[in-house]
């Protein structure tokens, strides 16, 4: 991604090094797990499946996972603005998460390290904007959890000296111990929730970047979703989104711009 698009993405995923803290202590530790390797690799569409929707932290202890606070960051644009979302995204659709695969925070092409990153598999059910002839896509999203074991592998030699109580740890306790990152009032994503998305294609990871933190991804009352791959305008006000702030459930009518 280059130029503006590149700047204002950059804004939406604060995937820069200077929006990584530390995990904080006290360290806790969770039930082990097999979590992904941190390198973040290409990953062509999948094919349809009907394997029960599965997350890589299915079965893992969350309850004591230390926070990574998010560090202060003045958004470009206003994520809660319907117009700025749709302009700033080349796809709009509502997607199922078929699973989180799991999380890295290392960017494999600029070779720096971003906060923590979730990837996954998401079934395209409705577009709204764009062109996606495929019906399962690759994401990536802001936010995650990672073990310790996986997160220091995206750290720089200095980060490393700079998060000295890492080298204190053995490496089963590093495996065992997790590390979350959510970002201001944004929500975690689920797999097995569908949900209005707002999207633009991230080369860097060949997948697609899932934009504007919780203003961009409201769950869908599926129960409200006609079937067809295309929307007429009375469907959309039939069709129900939540809204996170007031975590009331509203037509989809009202969440698009005019």
């Not at 969350?62 to 606070?69: E, R, V």
């Amino acid at each position: 991604m280059k130029g503006k698009q590149l700047v204002v993405w950059l804004c939406l995923l604060a995937l820069t090094t200077g929006c990584r803290k530390p995990p904080q202590q006290p360290l806790s530790t969770a039930t082990p797990t097999a979590v992904p390797t941190t390198t973040a690799t290409a990953a062509p569409a999948a094919t349809p499946t009907t394997q029960p929707a599965h997350s890589y932290l299915d079965g893992v202890d969350l309850s004591n996972a230390i926070d990574m606070p998010s560090a202060p960051m003045d958004l470009a644009v206003n994520i809660y603005d319907s117009a700025v979302r749709e302009k700033g995204s080349d796809y709009i659709i509502i997607g199922t998460v078929l699973s989180l695969d799991g999380a890295v925070n290392y960017n494999p092409v600029e070779k720096v390290g971003t906060s923590i990153l979730t990837i996954g598999q998401i079934r395209v059910d409705k577009v709204i904007k764009g062109d996606l002839p495929q019906q399962v896509i690759p994401f990536v999203r802001l936010g995650g959890t990672m073990c310790l074991a996986e997160y220091e592998k995206g750290l720089t030699d200095s980060e490393r000296q700079a998060y000295s109580y890492l080298a204190s740890l053995t490496d089963q306790e590093k495996r065992n111990t997790y590390t979350t990152s959510i970002n201001f009032d944004d929500i975690v994503i689920e797999a097995g929730k569908t949900y209005l998305m707002y999207m633009l294609y991230d080369s860097d990871y060949a997948r697609y970047g899932l934009g504007y933190m919780d203003g961009g991804l409201r769950e869908v009352d599926t129960a409200t979703l006609p079937t067809g791959a295309t929307l007429t305008a009375q469907q959309q006000q039939t069709i129900l989104c939540k809204n996170n702030i007031t975590g009331v459930y509203e037509p989809l009518s009202t969440t698009l711009s005019e």
